[in-house]
């Protein structure tokens, strides 16, 4: 929900199924409530929300995957390609479950669960 429904038709545009949450969930949904359905659907959660990751590393979860994006300009038009080119990199990554931060200066990905055992 703290991102704009345009990036609905960038990611479509940019070869990736997306569907905002006000299109399929409650707007008052709580995080948990929104990473169970992407769970149960096999959905990456895209968001600017840091409490999507803090819940991942919180409860040890392997999924659903959720790419944070990190920028004080969040319009597609600032970040379209640096995002459809990140999700190209991480998308093997965020198949099997992964953390993956976004800027428009880098990405980073984490295996999930955070908390692995060495």
Same mark, same amino acid.
């Not at 990611?11 to 169970?36: K, Q, Y």
């Not at 597609?76 to 998308?91: N, T």
């Given at each position: 929900?703290?991102?704009? $429904? ?20 409650? $707007? ?35 999924? $659903? #995957?959720?790419?944070?994006? !990190?920028?004080?300009?969040? #319009?597609?038009? #600032? ?26 200066? !880098?990405? !980073?990905?984490?295996?999930? $669960?955070?908390? !692995?055992?060495?």
């Amino acid at each position: 929900m703290n991102l704009s $429904p345009r990036w609905v038709d960038v990611l479509v545009r940019g070869g990736f199924d997306a569907v905002h949450w006000s299109a399929v969930g409650n $707007p008052r949904a709580t995080d948990r409530e929104i990473m169970a359905h992407a769970t149960q659907l096999g959905f990456v959660v895209l968001t600017h929300d840091l409490d999507f990751g803090s819940i991942l590393a919180a409860a040890n979860l392997a999924a $659903p #995957s959720v790419v944070q994006i !990190r920028a004080d300009d969040l #319009s597609p038009e #600032s970040l379209a390609i640096a995002l459809l080119s990140a999700l190209q990199q991480m998308r093997s990554e965020l198949l099997a479950g992964a953390l993956g931060t976004v800027d428009v200066a !880098r990405t !980073r990905v984490r295996v999930l $669960p955070l908390n !692995r055992p060495d």
